[in-house]
């Protein structure tokens, strides 16, 4: 029911920035940005739930700000100061519901986008 596609994700030197957006339809409820690298498990990034409350991983906070823009219809996640741990394959995510107790928890989503990589190099 709701579909996602992400855009805006690429190579950048590390200290660079990258903003990520995610085309939803709707726009609605808990949703969230994660990520994969090579060899690792999809890890949460960052999410924001219908209130507006956002949840960071604690490697990017300070980093990344994650954002709905209304006027868009879109999931952004503008990502500041890159590190190349930040390099990974980038999804965006979203529930049905307002709240959810996890909200970086790969399994409590439903809604997937394709993903985008993203590439940080030193």
């Known amino acids: 029911q709701v579909q996602l596609e992400e855009s805006g994700g690429g190579s950048v030197q590390a200290g660079g920035s990258l903003r990520l957006s995610c085309a939803a339809s709707?726009?609605?409820?808990?949703m969230g940005w994660f990520r994969q690298a090579p060899g690792k498990q999809r890890e949460g990034v960052a999410s924001i739930d219908g209130l507006s409350r956002t949840t960071y991983a604690p490697s990017v906070k300070g980093r990344f700000i994650i954002s709905k823009d209304v006027a868009k219809n879109t999931l952004d996640l503008e990502m500041n100061t890159l590190e190349p741990d930040d390099t990974g394959m980038y999804y965006c995510?979203?529930?049905?519901?307002?709240?959810?107790?996890?909200?970086?928890?790969?399994?409590?989503?439903?809604?997937w986008g394709q993903g985008i990589q993203v590439t940080v190099s030193s």
């Open positions: 709707p726009l609605t409820g808990a």
């Open positions: 995510a979203a529930r049905g519901i307002q709240w959810i107790p996890r909200p970086l928890t790969p399994d409590e989503y439903t809604y």
